[in-house]
């Protein structure tokens, strides 16, 4: 089945204790981004990745890092979770500059304390 | 600052009805836009693209363009209520960056 995974679901973490999320997609998208989506904000994107080895900053990158070493994967790195980084964060893939439509991972439901 | 502005609703229609649901983008090089649905407590995910002024149909879905207004639409006929949900308009703004609207909530009074 086609889709794009992330891990954890769930997570409640302390200021300052250092978390990576998981995404993984199996279609062979060369295009991977990261978005958060905050109530009466919609999704707003942090980091996006055109293929390995190339990102480049959305529209919120501050707090934030991600790599992309291998073409499926594309996790998201808080060195420093703040609380202002609780939210819903999705993961999306598409195919590149071919196709824009984005499809879009199960959410993180991240809160900070 | 790029902008995609939406209604953010509720919108309510009655099943059966025309649904409307409206959005303006600032970016006048703006060259792809999107709709997505989004369930509460899911993950968005896409009904339409258009990339050229005009209509497009798909289905009960029909998106229309119009760059010289920076405006999309996306009309849902005969709607049902399992189309409540919250609609989001995207538009990719030059190479990968997408913006995404705050969304219109759509109820669907059965």
Redesign the interface.
């Known amino acids: 089945e086609a889709q794009v995974t992330q891990n954890p679901r769930y997570l409640i973490t302390v200021t300052g204790k250092k978390l990576t999320v998981t995404c993984s997609q199996n279609m062979n998208h060369e295009?991977m981004?990261w978005?958060r989506q905050d109530p009466?904000?919609?999704?707003?994107?942090i980091y996006?990745s055109?293929n390995v080895e190339v990102t480049?900053k959305?529209?919120v990158p501050e707090g934030y890092k991600v790599s992309r070493k291998e073409k499926r994967n594309f996790p998201l790195i808080l060195e420093s979770p703040s609380p202002n980084q609780t939210s819903l964060y999705?993961c999306a893939s598409s195919f590149?500059s071919s196709?824009?439509?984005?499809?879009?991972?199960?959410?993180t439901r991240l809160t900070v304390t | 600052q790029k902008e995609v502005e939406q209604n953010s609703g509720p919108l309510s229609v009655p099943e059966g009805a025309i649904a409307s649901l409206n959005c303006t983008y600032s970016d006048r090089g703006s060259q792809s836009f999107f709709w997505y649905r989004q369930y509460s407590g899911k993950s968005p995910e896409l009904i339409m693209s258009i990339y050229s002024n005009g209509d497009k149909e798909d289905g009960r879905f029909t998106a229309q363009l119009n760059k010289a207004s920076q405006y999309v639409s996306l009309l849902i006929r005969d709607s049902q209520p399992s189309d409540s949900a919250t609609y989001l308009c995207a538009v990719n703004t030059g190479g990968f960056k997408t913006i995404f609207g705050a969304g219109t909530r759509l109820f669907v009074k059965a």
């Open positions: 295009y981004s978005y009466g904000l919609g999704l707003r994107q996006y055109m480049d959305g529209d999705f590149g196709s824009y439509e984005q499809y879009f991972g199960p959410g």
